[in-house]
């Protein structure tokens, strides 16, 4: 969930050209154990051409730890994929490969919708 900016006070506009907002520190959160994870595998083909991927979301945590689980999976599965939005994206039909992978590695809360 995005935390409140409570340090921009209201700011609406920037006149500044260069002006970025401050990022927030996501170093401080703390990623829950596997067991802890409630992590959803389901199947997905909209505006994708037909094809076909798998979604695993319910992911919390750092990014860094999402990314290293995102990239684990590519390797088991063999197939290519990426991390966006809070979701990791695996080419092809993997639910049962991944969910049994993550059981393996202690995602007891995984479950495929």
Not at 34 to 40: F, G, I, K, S, W
Not at 77 to 104: A, M
């Amino acid at each position: 969930m995005p935390k409140k900016r409570s340090d921009l006070s209201g700011l609406v506009y920037s006149t500044d050209p260069g002006f970025k907002l401050p990022k927030e520190n996501t170093d401080d959160i703390d990623t829950p154990t596997p067991a802890q994870q409630n992590l959803r595998i389901r199947l997905d083909a909209k505006q994708r051409a037909g094809k076909v991927v798998t979604l695993i979301h319910g992911f919390e945590g750092k990014e860094a730890d999402l990314e290293d689980l995102g990239r684990k999976l590519k390797t088991y599965c063999g197939t290519g994929g990426s991390v966006k939005d809070n979701e990791i994206i695996i080419q092809g039909d993997n639910r049962d490969k991944i969910l049994l992978w993550l059981l393996k590695q202690g995602y007891t809360k995984a479950k495929k919708v």
